[in-house]
T-cell receptor, first 116, second 118 residues
Framework: AQKVTQAQTEISVVEKEDVTLDCVYETRDTTYYLFWYKQPPSGELVFLIRRNSFDEQNEISGRYSWNFQKSTSSFNFTITASQVVDSAVYFCALIPLIQGAQKLVFGQGTRLTINP | DTAVSQTPKYLVTQMGNDKSIKCEQNLGHDTMYWYKQDSKKFLKIMFSYNNKELIINETVPNRFSPKSPDKAHLNLHINSLELGDSAVYFC?????????????????FGPGTRLTVL
């Protein structure tokens, strides 16, 4: 069975601070994808990033960066110089790459509030 | 040019009624999904269809019946609505592939339908 844990339920920081959202996952599958989605106050789910289990390179996209470490089963997300528009609930998720089992297993979500 | 669309966005109804939520994707994907997000924001899959065929049914009550008339559409019909059905329902789609390449297997979500059962 797969499981994703986001231990931080809520985080609140002041604008321009850096913030890291933690994600720890469990799976017995050797091939899988990890994802981050953003859910802003408007409610939609926005895809941010996908990594596969064989690619442990860190990724940077503007102010966003992701640190994937198989040794600790973690896929953490860092926002640098946070902005008020980053306020949202962020979900980490996992899909094992098994035919016919393409269901996203989500973590509980981390509510991030960026205060001006 | 919305990729995944759902209607309606809001649905308020009485207990015991039957209602449907429609989902359409114009991404050319072969797999579609329904997820439920409860009041605590927890997201869980309900169903998955691949090329109009049911692939995943996550122990959802029989009152929920998905219907896929073609691979671009996946509708959700709910009979005899109960208070506990109040939630946000998200439709998603992806192109299934067992090859670690391209944009396959990334699920794109619709805007959600907030269902309130009174």
């Amino acid at each position: 069975a797969q499981k994703v844990t986001q231990a931080q339920t809520e985080i609140s920081v002041v604008e321009k601070e850096d913030v890291t959202l933690d994600c720890v996952y469990e799976t017995r599958d050797t091939t899988y994808y990890l994802f981050w989605y953003k859910q802003p106050p408007s409610g939609e789910l926005v895809f941010l990033i996908r990594r596969n289990s064989f690619d442990e390179q860190n990724e940077i996209s503007g102010r966003y960066s992701w640190n994937f470490q198989k040794s600790t089963s973690s896929f953490n997300f860092t926002i640098t110089a946070s902005q008020v528009v980053d306020s949202a609930v962020y979900f980490c998720a996992l899909i094992p790459l098994i035919q016919g089992a393409q269901k996203l297993v989500f973590g509980q979500g981390t509510r991030l509030t960026i205060n001006p | 040019d919305t990729a995944v669309s759902q209607t309606p966005k809001y649905l308020v109804t009485q207990m015991g009624n039957d209602k449907s939520i429609k989902c359409e994707q114009n991404l050319g994907h072969d797999t579609m999904y329904w997820y439920k997000q409860d009041s605590k924001k927890f997201l869980k899959i309900m169903f998955s269809y691949n090329n109009k065929e049911l692939i995943i049914n996550e122990t959802v009550p029989n009152r929920f019946s998905p219907k896929s008339p073609d691979k671009a559409h996946l509708n959700l019909h709910i009979n005899s609505l109960e208070l506990g059905d109040s939630a946000v329902y998200f439709c998603a789609s992806s192109q299934e592939s067992l090859i670690l390449a391209g944009d396959t297997d990334t699920q794109y979500f619709g805007p959600g339908t907030r269902l309130t059962v009174l």
